[in-house]
C-alpha cells in the first residue's frame, strides 16, 4: 500500500493506494451518491450514480470501482454528471411505484433520499413497469421486487459475506430481477435467515416482516448494546418505539460484526420482552419454584458451593460457562474457578 | 494446386452452403462419383465468400484451370458432372473463372485482398495436411524456435495491426500488457462469440480454415507466455465447433498443441469452451464471467484483463479474425501487412455484406478503400430496381450511414468520425424501400433485448429508447420524443457499464442525424415514405397498371380488395390490415405503398 496525493474537486487529498474515489472522497467529506455499493462487499459498479470525471481518463468511471492513483484529478459535480445521475433516477423511477406513502422504507430508503436531493420525479420517461407478486413465503422477509432496482447488493452480501448465496438474477435486461433458483420459497432455499439481505437492500424490496408497520426510522428510538447470544460481541442498534422494541438492527462497520448479524442477533429479540421471560431470580422451596431477590439467590449458590467444597474438596465442583456472555465474563468465571474455588473443572456449552 | 492428374471438385461446405442445400448436393455428386463414369473426385472447404450464389463447387482441372459454379442442385449434378468430363463450361451457371476473371461475378474476388480468408474456400479445413501443405504452422514454428517473445510482439506491433474484435485497440500493445503483468500463470482467449445480427466473419474463418486461429493463439500463447487458452464459441456454431475439435485433435497428434509443441521446451493448450449465445457474453468481462461459470455480466474497467482477467489471472482475449491474421504477419512480416491500408488502419478487413446488397456474402478488402468501392465494386450495388439508401456500419452498435458518406474510407478513425464505428464488420446496406426509423428500432431492440440488466442506463434507458421509437413507428410519435431521444442517447451513451450500452443508441443517433427528415414525416406528417410502417401507410393499386387479373383479391386476408375481372381492382383502405400481401403478389407491379 502506498501513500497517494489526489485532488477531488479542488481538494488536495492525501489517501493510500486501497482506496476507491468513493472512500476517498467521503472520508474527505466529499459527497458522492452511491446505490449499489456499500462497504460489506465488493465493488459492483451497476447502477452508475457514482460517476465522476476523472481527468485524462477515457469516458467517465464509477466513483465506488475506481482505485485512487498518484495525481488523479476528480470532478464528481459536472453538470453532465448532474444531468446523467437525474436521468438514471428517472429512469429508475419509471419503473417504480410511487408508493413511498406505505412503503416500508419510508425515510431510511436511499432512492427516496436521491430522488429528493436531486428534485426528480418521474415524467419524462414513461413505459411499460413491472408487476410482481409480493412474495412472504416464510414469516420473516417479504420481496416486493416491484421496488427493487436491481443494484444486487442482496445477491452479494448473501454469497460474498454469508458464504450462503441463495439468489441471483434472473432473465435478462429490462426483466432482469433477483430470485431463487427455480422460484423456490425462502424456506426451501438454503437461507439462513440472517436478515442480511434485509440490511442491505437500499429500498423497500426486501423488508423484514415482524417490523411491518411498527415504526418509521425517525420515529424510533435507536439503542446501542451487545447482542447477547454468543460471545462475538457484534452491536446491535435495538429500534424502539414507545418503549417496544420493534426492529434490530447493526451499525455499518462497528464492532467486530462490522454490521453483519445472524438470525438469532436480528430475529431473536422477542424474549426480551417476553411474559415468559423471567426477571427475578427463582430459588426451589419446597419443590416450588419461587422468586427471589439476587442476593438470596447468589447467596444460596455460593453456600452450596462451600459446603461441597468443604466436604469432598474443590474438584468436586464444576463450573459451566455459556457462549451467550463475553470474554471478559468467561474470564471472570474461569478465575472464579480456578482462583477463588481452586479448581480447573471449568468448560463452555459451546464444547458440549 | 496439384489435383494429381484427375478434375477435382471443391464443394463450398460452410453453414452457408449447407443452409442453401450443399447437403443434397454433395451426396448426389458421392453417389454419381461412385459410379466410377467420372475421371475427378470431390473434396470440400469452408465459406469462399459466394455466400449469394450457394451451393457453390469449384471445379479445377488437371492443367489447373477452375471455374466456380453456383446455385447447383441435386438435379444439376449429373450435368455438371458431364461438362467436366467434356471439359465443356456451363456458361449460365458460372460465378467465377480463373481464365476469364471478368465472367460471372469475378469481380467479387478480384476487388478483394485476402490475407485472413487466405485459405477459406480453398483448403478442406477438416485436413491439418492441407493447411501444412499452403505453409501452415511455419509461422508457429518461426515463432517458437527462433524468435524472443518480445521480438514477435515487436513484429505484431510493427503489422500495427488492430483488435478486430471491434474496439480496435492495437494487437501488439495489448500483447505487450499481458506480457508484462505480473502473474505465474496466465490465459489466452480467442473470443469466438460474434453475437451481432448480419455478421459471421468468424464463423467462416473456423469453418473454413480453423487451423490459422490456433496457429494465431500458438503464436500469442508464446509472446505473452500463457500456456492455457480457451476459445469461447457460441454453442450456435456447431459446424465451426466441429472443425476446432478436429483441428484440435490434429495438433496433438503433431505436437503443435501439448506438451513441449514444435520439439520445443514450451507447453501450450487449447480448451473450447461452448457460450450460449448471449450477445453481451462478447463483452470481454462478461466473456470471462462466463468461463468462469457465472452469469455472463460485464464489469467496470480498470482492472484490464491483461492484469485480472480469466480466474484472477493476466488474460489476453483476441477475436478469431486478428487471430487468423497473426501467421500471416509472423511468415510475411510485420512491415509488409503495415504496407497495405491506412496511416492509422493497417492491413485488411473482412466484412459481412447483408441486407439489400446484390452479393451478400464475405468479402476482406485493403483498409483504405472507400464504402463505395466495397459496396458496389466488390458488392456489386443494390439489388435491382432499387437504389442505395445508407449502409449500417458495425451492427447494432454501429451507424447508419447515407450515400452522401459513400466516399467514407474503411479505416477505423474516419469511421468514427461519421458516428458509426468499424465494429466487427457487418455492413447491411439499405435500399429506398427501407425506413430508417423501423431500422433504428430493429438493432435497437436487439441491444434492448440483449442488454445484461446490469446498469441502470443500457437495463432502463434502451428500454425507453424502443419504446419512443414504437410510438413513432406506430405513428403516436409526438414532437417532445425526439428530444426525449437525444437525451436518452447521450446519457446512455456515457452513462453505460459496457460498451453494449454505450454504443447500443448508435443506430438511432446516426439516422437522426443524417435521416432526421423521416422521423419527422412519422411524427408530423405520420407519413413513412418508405412504405413500410404499417400504421403509417396506404396501399392503392394503380389503374392504369391494374390488369384486373385478380391476384391480390385472392391473397388478401381480409378481403379487402375488390373489382371486376379484367377490370382495374381497388384497395378499400378502412378494411386493409396492410399486410402487404398484395404488394408483392401482383404480376403488373401496380400496388404500392405509400
Ligand atoms: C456487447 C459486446 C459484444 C462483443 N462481441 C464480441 C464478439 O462477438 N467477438 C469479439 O471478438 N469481440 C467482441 N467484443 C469486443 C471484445 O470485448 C474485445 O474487445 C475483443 O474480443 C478483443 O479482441 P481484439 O483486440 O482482437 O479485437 C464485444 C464487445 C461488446 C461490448
Ligand atoms: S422503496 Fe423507497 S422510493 Fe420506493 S416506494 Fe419505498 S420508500 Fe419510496
Ligand atoms: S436472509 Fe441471509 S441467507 Fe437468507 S437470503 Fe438473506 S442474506 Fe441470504
Ligand atoms: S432486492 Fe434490494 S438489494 Fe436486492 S437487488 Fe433489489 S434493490 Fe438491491
Ligand atoms: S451496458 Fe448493458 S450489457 Fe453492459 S453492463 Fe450495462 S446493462 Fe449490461
Ligand atoms: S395489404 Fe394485405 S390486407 Fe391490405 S389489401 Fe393488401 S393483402 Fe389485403
Ligand atoms: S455506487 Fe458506483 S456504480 Fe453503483
Ligand atoms: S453474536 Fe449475535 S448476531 Fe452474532
Redesign the pocket.
Known amino acids: 500500500m502506498e501513500q497517494v496525493h489526489l485532488n477531488i474537486d479542488g481538494k488536495d487529498i492525501l489517501t493510500t493506494s486501497d482506496r476507491t474515489i468513493l472512500e476517498a472522497a467521503r472520508e474527505n467529506g466529499i459527497r458522492i451518491p452511491s446505490l449499489c455499493n456499500e462497504q460489506r462487499m465488493e465493488p459492483y459498479g ?1 447502477c452508475r450514480i457514482c460517476l465522476v470525471e476523472v481527468e485524462g481518463a477515457r469516458g467517465l468511471l464509477p466513483a465506488c470501482y475506481t482505485t485512487v492513483t498518484d495525481g488523479m484529478v476528480v470532478h464528481t459535480a459536472t453538470e453532465e454528471l448532474i444531468r446523467i445521475r437525474r436521468t438514471i433516477l428517472e429512469l429508475i423511477l419509471s419503473d417504480h411505484p410511487k408508493d413511498c406513502m406505505t412503503c416500508e422504507s419510508t425515510g431510511s430508503c436511499e432512492l427516496q433520499d436521491l430522488a429528493y436531493e436531486y428534485g426528480v420525479k418521474d415524467a419524462r420517461f414513461r413505459g411499460e413497469e413491472h408487476h410482481y407478486e409480493v412474495l412472504a413465503d416464510n414469516p420473516l422477509i417479504e420481496r416486493d421486487y416491484d421496488k427493487c432496482i436491481l443494484c444486487g447488493r442482496c445477491i452479494r452480501i448473501c454469497r460474498e459475506v454469508q458464504g450462503v448465496g441463495v439468489y441471483d438474477f434472473v432473465n435478462r ?1 429490462f426483466d432482469s430481477v433477483p430470485g431463487i433458483p427455480y422460484d423456490k420459497p425462502m424456506m426451501e432455499s438454503p437461507c439462513e435467515f440472517c436478515g442480511q439481505c434485509v440490511s442491505t437492500c437500499p429500498t423497500g424490496a426486501i423488508t423484514s416482516i415482524p417490523s411491518k408497520g411498527k415504526g418509521r426510522s425517525w420515529q424510533v428510538e435507536k439503542v446501542r448494546t451487545t447482542c447477547a447470544y454468543c460471545g462475538c460481541g457484534c452491536q446491535l442498534d435495538l429500534h424502539v418505539r414507545e418503549g417496544e422494541i420493534v426492529e434490530v438492527s447493526s451499525p455499518l462497520m462497528v464492532g467486530p460484526g462490522q454490521g453483519n448479524l445472524c438470525v438469532k442477533g436480528r430475529y431473536g429479540y422477542s424474549f426480551v420482552q417476553h411474559e415468559d421471560r423471567l426477571t427475578t431470580p427463582l430459588v426451589r422451596k419446597g419443590g416450588d419454584l419461587v422468586p427471589a431477590a439476587w442476593e438470596e439467590a447468589l447467596g444460596m449458590v455460593a453456600n452450596h458451593i462451600r459446603e461441597a467444597m468443604d466436604d469432598e474438596g474443590p474438584d468436586s465442583v464444576a463450573f459451566l460457562s455459556s457462549a451467550r456472555c463475553t470474554n471478559e465474563e468467561n474470564y471472570l468465571l474461569m478465575k472464579l474457578a480456578r482462583a477463588v474455588v481452586g479448581t480447573n473443572n471449568v468448560d463452555h456449552c459451546a464444547r458440549l | 494446386m496439384s489435383t494429381g492428374g484427375k478434375n477435382k471438385l471443391v464443394l463450398g461446405y460452410g453453414t452457408c452452403g449447407i443452409a442453401a442445400g450443399a447437403t443434397a448436393v454433395k451426396d448426389a455428386l458421392e453417389n454419381e462419383l461412385a459410379t466410377g463414369k467420372y475421371d475427378a473426385y470431390l473434396d470440400i472447404a469452408g465459406c469462399m465468400g459466394f455466400c449469394f450464389r450457394e451451393p457453390i463447387v469449384e471445379v479445377t482441372d488437371p492443367d489447373g484451370r477452375s471455374v466456380i459454379y453456383g446455385d447447383l442442385s441435386p438435379k444439376r449434378v449429373s450435368r455438371l458432372l458431364e461438362a467436366v468430363a467434356g471439359g465443356e463450361v456451363i456458361e449460365d451457371w458460372v460465378v467465377r473463372r480463373s481464365d476469364e476473371p471478368g465472367a460471372g461475378e469475378g469481380d467479387f474476388l478480384a476487388n478483394q485482398h485476402r490475407i485472413v480468408l487466405r485459405n477459406c474456400g480453398n483448403i478442406n479445413p477438416e485436413s491439418i495436411e492441407e493447411y501444412i501443405s499452403t505453409g501452415g504452422y511455419e509461422a508457429a514454428r518461426k515463432a517458437l524456435t527462433s524468435m524472443t517473445p518480445e521480438e514477435l510482439i515487436d513484429e505484431v506491433g510493427k503489422s500495427g495491426i488492430r483488435g478486430r474484435g471491434g474496439a480496435g485497440f492495437p494487437t501488439g500493445t495489448k500483447w505487450g500488457f499481458a506480457r508484462k503483468a505480473k502473474g505465474e500463470q496466465k490465459y489466452l482467449v480467442c473470443n469466438a462469440d460474434e453475437g451481432d445480427p448480419g455478421a459471421f466473419m468468424d464463423r467462416s474463418v473456423l469453418e473454413g480454415d480453423p487451423h490459422a486461429v490456433i496457429e494465431g493463439m500458438i503464436v500469442a500463447g508464446y509472446a505473452i507466455g500463457a500456456t492455457q487458452a480457451y476459445i469461447y464459441c457460441r454453442a450456435e456454431y456447431p459446424l465451426a465447433l466441429k472443425r476446432l475439435d478436429i483441428a484440435i485433435a490434429a495438433c496433438h497428434e503433431w505436437g503443435y498443441l501439448g506438451q513441449g509443441i514444435f520439439g520445443t521446451d514450451w507447453d501450450f493448450d487449447i480448451k473450447i469452451k461452448k457460450g450460449a449465445g448471449a450477445f ?1 457474453c462478447g ?1 470481454e468481462t ?1 466473456l470471462i464471467a462466463s468461463i468462469e461459470g457465472k452469469r455472463g ?2 464489469r467496470p474497467r480498470p482492472p484490464f484483463p491483461a492484469n485480472e482477467g480469466l480466474w484472477g489471472k493476466p488474460t489476453n482475449i483476441n477475436n478469431v479474425e486478428t487471430l487468423a491474421a497473426i501467421p500471416w504477419i509472423i511468415a510475411n512480416g510485420g512491415d509488409r501487412y503495415a504496407s497495405v491500408g491506412t496511416e492509422k488502419s493497417k492491413g485488411t478487413k473482412v466484412f459481412c455484406l447483408a441486407g439489400k446488397v446484390r452479393r451478400s456474402g464475405l468479402a476482406e478488402v485493403p483498409m483504405g478503400y472507400t464504402l463505395r468501392q466495397v459496396i458496389f465494386d466488390v458488392g456489386g450495388g443494390v439489388r435491382e430496381g432499387k437504389e442505395f439508401k445508407a449502409v449500417q456500419m458495425g451492427g447494432p452498435s454501429g451507424g447508419c450511414l447515407p450515400a452522401s458518406l459513400l466516399d467514407t474510407l474503411v479505416d477505423y478513425d474516419a469511421i468514427t468520425a461519421t458516428g458509426a464505428i468499424m465494429g466487427s464488420g457487418g455492413m447491411i446496406v439499405a435500399d429506398s424501400s427501407t425506413c430508417m426509423v423501423d431500422l433504428a428500432r430493429y438493432f435497437l431492440s436487439f441491444t434492448q433485448e ?6 441502470v ?3 432502463i434507458g ?1 428500454k425507453r429508447m424502443l419504446e419512443i421509437l414504437a410510438r413513432i413507428c406506430s405513428g403516436e410519435g409526438e414532437p417532445e420524443d425526439l428530444e426525449r431521444l437525444d437525451i436518452l442517447a447521450g446519457d446512455i451513451k456515457a452513462g ?7 454504443t ?1 443508441p448508435n443506430p438511432v443517433l446516426t439516422t437522426l442525424k443524417y435521416f432526421r427528415n423521416e422521423y419527422e414525416d412519422h411524427i408530423l406528417r405520420k407519413k413513412c415514405t418508405a412504405g413500410v410502417c404499417p400504421a403509417l401507410i396506404t396501399l392503392h393499386i394503380q389503374e392504369d397498371i391494374c390488369t384486373g387479373c385478380g391476384a391480390c383479391a385472392k391473397i388478401c386476408p381480409v378481403e379487402a380488395i375488390s373489382g371486376e375481372k379484367k377490370e382495374p381492382h381497388a384497395i378499400d383502405a378502412d378494411t386493409c390490415i396492410r399486410c402487404k400481401l398484395c404488394l408483392s403478389r401482383c404480376p403488373e407491379e401496380a400496388i404500392y405503398a405509400e
Open positions: 451497476a435486461g | 453481451v463483452e462478461a455480466m460485464p440483449e442488454s445484461c440488466g446490469k446498469c442506463p443500457c437495463r434502451t453505460s457499464l459496457c460498451a453494449l450500452g454505450g447500443a
